[in-house]
Nanobody
């Protein structure tokens, strides 16, 4: 069983940046496609970005392309999400998880980390 702990969220002004981290324990992530998801109040959880375990190929949701960058450090069993040019509509709780079938999450969720972008 993989336990995921997200951190790095906070309050930032529009146009600012944040870097989220997701540390895994219980199992190494090297072979998994990992991703970030987010959920805003009253909305469904949505896919944000993913990264493969084999060659670090990345894939992004349309709303974050060109602004967010996903990366991973397998030695630290950690996945990152660098978020630049933040917008108020990026405000949400951000979660990491395994990704299957392109954009679907697989496995238990962590507690997430809150990102709030003020206008």
């Amino acid at each position: 069983q993989v336990q995921l702990v997200e951190s790095g969220g906070g309050l930032v002004q529009a146009g600012g940046s944040l870097r989220l981290s997701c540390v895994a324990s219980g199992r190494t992530l090297n072979s998994y496609v990992m991703g970030w998801f987010r959920q805003a109040p009253g909305k469904e959880r949505e896919f944000v970005a993913s990264i493969t375990g084999s060659d670090d190929t990345t894939y992004y949701g349309d709303s974050v392309k060109g602004r967010f960058t996903i990366s991973r450090d397998n030695a630290k069993n950690t996945v990152y999400l660098q978020m630049n040019s933040l917008k108020p509509e990026d405000s949400a709780v951000y979660y990491c998880n395994r990704v299957v079938f392109g954009t679907r999450a697989f496995g238990s969720w962590g507690q997430g980390t809150q990102v709030t972008v003020s206008s």
